[in-house]
């Protein structure tokens, strides 16, 4: 198998799963609970927190353990509408993942009012236009740091320091570019920030939402006093272990990491465009993840491509949605100004650090037999 789908989710490392062992077996102790056996996994669990904290430069006690990005993206905007009535506005970009455009939409029903900017032919917001959307009562802005699908890294740094000067909270959905790209909450000017193990060869159902010092805000689950009265219920600990023993490997490994990935993704652009005929990149060329590459192949549906793939033991996605029989093309490219049918034509391969040049070749190769015996039977494509 060639598994080019890492941004969907990762394969968890062997020491992530080794760190996380223990505390599903020996130390299975209620983190809450007084006598000093329990002590080991609230210790674990502290120790995980100052690895996540490390990883974007922010204090551990800023960092929030979570069911994931998705509870993490959901408490971020309801909660920042909550903080003061007279602030009921908020501005996001068209290319967010559904966990926070599902929660605008949510919040708008119940009286919020969200304003959604658009982005350029590279899925990139032009800052400008945050800037002009801030309202008197505008109570957040959420823009994404790198998109899930086409990897377009967005201008945060900008973003948060024209939110600080206006006064509006700023927040950021990380979790595609957490531990996969230097970030640092201070230099980046964010309040909260949401990342999640899974994507980082870590577990799934845990993630984090980092709170800046000192910002009072209020909890979206009620009940026990965990995380600082911040977040209730009994903690993931194995879970919470492995995320940080992930931060760690992520820590120690980025720039290697960083390097190696983005020459193969850059290698396998450069085949794709090079030897096979009627192909976009889509996103952005330079503000990239290191890992991502995607593609629309003019003629052949993405899903097609995707089946034929997989016959082949390749592991890849399109940004489409199939939803009751018939095929939604993604959000994310129709915002980039694809048209649906250019939108359903795309292919997403994401890379990880185990992925090999030979991957790559092969891939490619597959590609190419695909891409040329579709258009030979296709009937449409001159
Ligand atoms: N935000 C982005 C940009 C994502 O890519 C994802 C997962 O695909 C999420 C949020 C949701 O994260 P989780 O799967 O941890 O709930």
Redesign the pocket.
């Known amino acids: 198998m060639i598994y080019l789908d890492n ?3 990762t394969k968890p490392k062997k020491e992530v799963i080794e760190a996380m062992m223990p505390y599903l077996t020996d130390y299975y102790g209620n983190p809450s609970a007084i006598y000093q056996f329990a002590g080991e996994a609230k210790a674990a669990i502290e120790n995980a927190r100052e690895s996540c904290a490390r990883l974007i430069g922010a204090k551990a006690s800023a960092i929030h353990f979570t ?7 959901n408490w971020a905007l309801v909660q920042a509408v909550r903080l003061n009535p007279d602030k009921k506005h908020i501005i996001i970009i068209r290319i ?5 455009l599902h929660t605008a939409q949510a919040l708008r029903l119940e009286g919020s009012e969200v304003t959604v900017l658009g982005v350029d032919e590279r899925g990139r917001i032009n800052p400008k236009d945050i800037e002009d959307a801030i309202r008197p009562d505008t109570a957040l802005i959420s823009v ?1 740091t ?3 699908e086409i990897g377009t890294i967005e201008p945060i740094e900008e973003i948060g320091r024209i939110a600080h000067e206006h006064g509006v909270l700023f927040h950021t ?4 570019a957490f531990g996969q790209i230097p970030l640092d909450v201070n230099k980046l000017n964010v309040d909260l920030l ?1 990342a ?4 980082i060869y870590g577990p ?4 984090l939402l980092y709170i800046k010092e000192g910002l009072k805000f209020g909890s979206l689950l009620h009940g026990g006093g965990q995380e600082r009265n911040r977040r209730a219920g009994t903690e993931n600990v194995a879970g919470i272990v492995g995320f940080g023993k992930a931060c760690d490997i992520a820590y120690e490994s980025l720039d290697d990491r960083m390097k190696r990935e983005s020459e193969l993704r850059d290698h396998l652009i450069h085949r794709v465009l090079t030897e096979i005929s009627d192909v976009n990149l889509n996103g952005d060329p330079v503000h990239r993840l290191p890992n991502n590459a995607n593609f629309s192949f003019r003629g052949i549906e993405g899903e097609s491509l995707l089946i034929m793939l997989d016959m082949r033991g390749i592991c890849a996605s399109s940004g489409s949605a199939c939803t009751a029989g018939s095929i939604d093309p993604s959000h994310v490219l129709l915002a980039t100004g694809l048209s649906p049918e250019e939108a359903r034509e795309s292919v997403r391969l994401t890379l990880s650090d185990e992925t090999t040049m030979e991957e790559i070749d092969q891939t490619v190769e597959a590609l190419k037999q695909i891409v040329h015996d579709f258009r030979e039977m296709s009937p449409l494509y001159n």
Do not use: L, P, R, Y
Not at 196 to 199: E, I, M, V
Not at 204 to 207: A, F, I, M, P
């Open positions: 941004a969907a989710t069911s994931g990005g998705t509870e993490s993206d967010e993942h559904h966990a926070i994404m790198a998109n899930n959905d990380a979790v595609q949401s999640s193990a899974h994507k799934k159902g845990v993630g």
